[in-house]
């Protein structure tokens, strides 16, 4: 069962454009997202995150929105840049476990 | 920068062997966690412990195995290898004092083949 969903495995987009990236949760008591990237070889790095008592939070070129209704979160990059092309993981936790599950991942390409 | 050390970063073991793979985090990182990604996935919670202590599991068998240290280093053991445990392993560390912020700082990972 998988409690959280990135529908989309790649995403191509122009250099400037905007990017946006989709993230679906089933369980309800996950109260805090994160957004990852990774590049290959390389560890994930923490892009920003958001909690259940926001539904936007912002830091540069990055924003992330939460809409609890419809359990969906996405990240939108403005303006992208090449240097932006990564896989990005979307993941949820209930805050009291720290456990945190993870997407399948979105491979973004920006093309410049 | 994460802070975040993991050794070795590449290994290579043969079915039924065992392996340890350690990592160091951040100090006052209380809390470490590790995760498997198998390619083309998602990182997937192997276990998580606190002050020393396990304190919460993934849907992983008692052959993966953990220990915590007071100097915030810590080991993932895997017992009797399997081909599937083929995975990049990271080790994640959680501010836990004070605010929650909830990031997890990850190493660089330590890729597992077998063979």
């Known amino acids: 069962d998988q409690q959280v969903k990135q529908n989309s495995p790649s995403l191509s987009v122009q250099e400037g454009r905007i990017s946006i990236l989709n993230c679906d949760y089933t369980?309800?008591?996950?109260?805090?997202f994160l957004w990852y990237k990774k590049y290959p070889a390389e560890g994930p790095t923490f892009l920003i995150s958001i909690s259940s008592i926001k539904d936007k939070n912002e830091d540069g070129r990055f924003t992330v929105f939460l809409n609890k209704s419809a359990k969906h979160l996405s990240l939108h990059i403005v303006p992208s840049q090449p240097g932006d092309s990564a896989v990005y993981f979307c993941a949820a936790s209930d805050s009291g476990t720290y456990k945190y599950i993870f997407g399948t991942g979105t491979r973004l390409k920006v093309l410049a | 920068e994460t802070g975040v050390t993991q050794s070795p970063t590449h290994l290579i073991k043969t079915r039924g062997q065992q392996v340890t793979l350690r990592c160091s985090s951040q100090?006052?990182?209380?809390?470490v966690s590790w995760y498997q990604q198998a390619l083309g996935q998602g990182p997937q919670f192997i276990f998580q412990y606190y002050r020393e202590e396990e304190n919460g599991r993934g849907n992983f068998p008692p052959r993966f195995s953990g220990l915590q240290f007071p100097n915030y280093s810590s080991e993932l053991n895997v017992n009797a290898l399997e081909l599937d445990d083929s995975a990049l392993y990271l080790c994640?560390?959680?501010?836990?004092?004070?605010?929650?912020?909830?990031?997890?700082?990850f190493g660089e990972g330590s890729r597992l083949t077998v063979l």
């Open positions: 369980n309800s008591m996950f109260d805090y």
């Open positions: 100090s006052g990182h209380n809390t």
């Open positions: 994640a560390s959680i501010l836990t004092a004070g605010a929650y912020t909830g990031e997890l700082f």
